[in-house]
């Protein structure tokens, strides 16, 4: 975990998107919180880290989510040594729709 990011103000971020019940109250939470671009730059990274997991070529997701290739690589050094937060995320994400 990258210490100069845990801070008391992260924290109470972190507790209330925890405290979210339905994807209803996360558009209205991260509507407030963000902005439009904002909240589409954090989708479009969760999005090319979904196809680098699919082995997607750098071409095929730039094309498909418009992520610039420097995006991409940094999702890519996320992916493959990062805190494992993305693994964690699709690893709940398949369970739950397997269930």
Known sequence: ?????????????????????D???CYSFFEDLCT?????????RFEVAAMLREHKTYLEIAE???????TISRVNRSLNYG??????VFERILSSTNQ
């Open 23 to 25: 994807r209803d109250e």
């Open 36 to 44: 439009v671009n904002e909240l589409l730059s954090l989708s479009q």
């Open 83 to 88: 805190n494992d937060g993305y693994e964690l």
């Open 64 to 70: 498909k989510t418009g992520a610039s290739t420097a």
């Open 1 to 21: 975990m990258n210490k100069k990011i845990k801070t008391q103000a992260v924290d109470a971020l972190f507790d209330a998107v925890l405290s979210l019940k």
